[in-house]
């Protein structure tokens, strides 16, 4: 196939055919010039079927692959190095399988806990979905097989995803949903980018040219490939023209296309652009290396580890764990979930596992032949009520000195197509935790869900609290190691975890209704909300604990530029056990009434310490992040005056602050006839000009004498009404002001 091959070799039909795809997985071929490229969904394991076994969808009889932690799982790491890693192992298995593109990582903000989909997504902060996703990206690419970043943009709801308009303002677009994606784009440079489903803003994401072509290519200079998530496309003349490449899976509408050029809808040289897209496509992923098979023990080792990172320790009162398996102690492991492990969600990333651990067993290979343990699962798997198994449950407590229980949501709970209804525990499993505490109150709950649950109601009968999320096929080994000590718990929350379902900002919003759902919570998702109006969460962003401790201290910060700092800080593992600490940099603004959030992750850096080692954590801290999106403007804004930059182990938990300043970005704004006379006079050549044109008027008078609560009043008014006022200032005379200040020019003084 000729590397030099352009779309203008190519007839308009060849070029249009290439706008769509041939098969479910597989893009068109034309003879001699592209092969049909291979799709395939992965995030966390690559979901392949061969020939026609499975269902039309292809969502079973996949080939076997190794099933990596879902995106909560692997963002909870904060380890941006170990998802590179998975990334990689995926490229792999892709090569062997004969996939071309992987079809993700999923970076869409966690706006509510009741989205379906969470357990695909990293967090509710778009530093950490951006960071994290980049890493995947990477390593996927770093093979030469493509990466897909999905979904484009604000696919944040299951509830009518195909058509619901998500109706959101374009500074809440700038500093929360598309940040992920820009810096993914700007920094590891996927290959493809996937749209959305969904309408923003009334334009459906496959047909909006401000997404994909003004933001996505022109300003953020992506050079890749546009695809339609599957049955995306609406109206192909339109979303070709507005910048999206490849529609999947065919609808056989090529003529279209074809009929819009003749007819002048579509610009002929619009399709061909698309073509040469997909052409570039070829030429990258055929440079890819090619493998044969994969060391499936470990990928399997590397799922173990990832599991292992991204558990968080939520609580552990007491130090009830880990527990010591030389110690002469009984104990009772119950719930279902230990022995049937919840590992990943439902929908189009569910992967057939090569293997899967449980937690039943590892911990039976860990004690040996030792009699000490015993198993009563409690509940069904599905859920549904079963009062002898909770009697047993209650008993093997009873006889226990320990009990590991392993609590969670079932799988139909959490599932693509569909949002959940709340954020609780199934009440049977509420109902037996409460009474295997009420037989031994010294009880360790493992939980398996892929999205935020409630502990606030039952979290005070359980010593401690361990959020396994969904691990993977080696995830029941990697809980294991945990419980026993054999790693200490790293894990921090990508998302905050409230109280109740009633304290989630966008709860009055979610999932909307009538086609429609209002971001109306804006820019204050998550902890920008909680810790803005400082309202209680059960636990908070960035929380995570560790079998030591760690102490933080000698915080320097040394300006490296205009705008641009370094910060450093030195992490002391302070107690008897190796571990890990991420600590998290935020960038800090007190305002007596908020104009934005009151702190915004800006970093973060994770460190392996040994007993009583210190080490040095860095950050850099850049103008983009002292800014805010002014839709006046259109850009980004620094404004001038003092901040903080605060460090701590969460969001809630600053253990080092500095104070500094900034001058601003230097750019001022242009005045109009409109601006009010607060506006001109601090403007550094407007307040010249109107002080001169005030200072023989009744305007001038009134301002020089008039008490707080009428200079507010004056301040506040335009300039052109203060001319309508009968102020002493004419139109003639603003017109004049307004001419000047945009030339930057001020009035002679007199010779």
Not at 464 to 485: I, K, R, S
Request: aromatic share 6%; net charge negative.
């Amino acid at each position: 196939m000729p590397d030099a091959t352009s779309a203008a070799d190519l007839t308009l039909a060849e070029q249009a055919s290439l706008t769509s795809g041939a098969t479910m997985w597989t893009t068109t071929p034309v003879r001699g010039v592209l092969r049909a490229l291979t799709l395939s969904d992965g995030p966390h394991g690559i979901r392949r079927q061969r020939g026609d076994a499975g269902d039309p969808l292809g969502l079973t009889g996949s080939v076997p692959a190794t099933c990596f932690p879902p995106a909560v799982t692997l963002g909870s790491s904060w380890d941006p190095e170990l998802v590179r890693r998975v990334g990689a192992a995926l490229a792999r298995e892709a090569s062997v399988l004969g996939v071309d593109v992987v079809l993700g990582p999923g970076v869409n903000l966690k706006r509510s806990p009741l989205c379906g989909r969470n357990f695909e997504y990293f967090s509710e902060d778009p530093r950490v979905s951006g960071v994290m996703g980049a890493a995947l990206v990477d390593g996927i690419q770093s093979l030469g097989v493509g990466a897909c970043v999905k979904h484009f943009a604000v696919n944040n709801q299951e509830t009518d995803r195909m058509r619901v308009s998500a109706e959101v303002d374009e500074q809440t677009l700038r500093e929360l949903y598309l940040p992920a994606f820009e810096h993914i784009v700007r920094e590891a440079k996927p290959y493809t980018v996937m749209c959305a489903y969904n309408k923003v803003n009334g334009v459906y994401a496959s047909q909006h040219h401000w997404l994909l072509t003004q933001v996505l290519r022109e300003e953020w200079q992506f050079d890749g490939l546009v695809m339609s998530d599957w049955t995306a496309v609406n109206d192909r003349v339109a979303a070709l023209a507005a910048g999206l490449d490849l529609e999947m899976p065919p609808t056989g509408t090529d003529d279209e296309i074809l009929t819009a050029v003749a007819d002048g809808r579509l610009d002929a040289e619009t399709v061909a652009t698309a073509a040469d897209r997909l052409l570039r496509l070829r030429d990258r992923v055929d440079r890819a290396e090619r493998f044969e098979d994969w060391d499936a023990d470990a990928h399997h080792e590397l799922a173990r580890e990832a599991a292992r990172c991204g558990a968080v320790l939520l609580k552990n009162d007491g130090g009830l764990l880990p527990l010591d398996p030389t110690a002469r102690q009984h104990i009772a492991v119950i719930g279902e979930f230990a022995r049937t492990p919840r590992y990943q969600g439902h929908g189009s990333s569910h992967v057939e596992p090569t293997r899967l651990d449980s937690a039943w067993d590892a911990l039976q290979a860990a004690f040996g032949s030792d009699a000490r343990l015993r198993f009563a699962p409690g509940f069904t798997p599905d859920g549904c009520p079963a009062p002898e198994l909770a009697a047993q449950a209650v008993a093997a407590a009873a006889e226990a000195d320990v009990v590991l229980l392993f609590l969670g949501l079932p799988e139909s709970a959490e599932t693509e197509g569909a949002d959940r209804k709340d954020i609780d525990l199934p009440a049977e499993q509420v109902a037996l935790l409460h009474a295997v505490a009420d037989a031994n109150p010294q009880v360790a709950v493992v939980l398996a869900n892929g999205g935020v649950v409630s502990v606030a109601e039952w979290q005070d009968r359980a010593q401690a609290v361990l959020e396994g999320w969904l691990g993977g096929q080696a995830g029941g080994a990697a809980l294991a190691d945990l419980l026993l000590g054999v790693h200490s718990p790293s894990g921090k929350l990508t998302e905050s975890i409230p109280l109740r379902l009633a304290d989630v900002p966008s709860h009055l919003y979610f999932p909307g209704g009538d086609g429609r759902v209002v971001h109306g919570e804006g820019r204050y998702v998550g902890y920008r909300h909680y810790d803005t109006l400082d309202r209680p969460v059960a636990y908070p962003f960035g929380h995570g604990l560790s079998y030591t401790t760690f102490a933080y201290g000698e915080l320097t910060v040394t300006e490296t530029g205009r705008n641009a700092w370094t910060v450093e800080a030195t992490i002391t593992n302070t107690g008897d056990r190796s571990a890990h600490e991420t600590a998290q940099l935020y960038v800090a603004f007190d305002e007596p009434h908020p104009t934005r959030p009151r702190h915004e992750l800006r970093g973060f850096a994770r460190i392996g310490l040994e007993p009583g080692e210190s080490g040095q954590v860095r950050f850099a801290l850049t103008e983009r992040d002292l800014a805010h999106w002014s839709t006046a403007r259109g850009g980004w804004r620094v404004d001038a005056g003092a901040f903080t930059v605060e460090v701590g182990a969460s969001s809630r938990d600053i253990r080092l602050t500095a104070e500094l300043s900034t001058p601003g970005d230097g750019v001022v704004d242009a005045l109009d006839a409109m601006s009010t006379a607060g506006e001109w006079l601090n403007h550094p050549v407007g307040s010249v000009l109107l002080q001169k044109a005030l200072a023989e008027s009744p305007a001038g008078a009134f301002l020089a004498q008039a008490d707080p609560v009428q200079l507010a009043l004056g301040l506040g008014v335009p300039l052109v009404k203060l001319a309508a006022l009968g102020m002493g200032v004419t139109r003639e005379g603003i017109e004049a002001m307004v001419e000047a200040a945009r030339a930057g020019s001020l009035p002679a003084e007199p010779a």
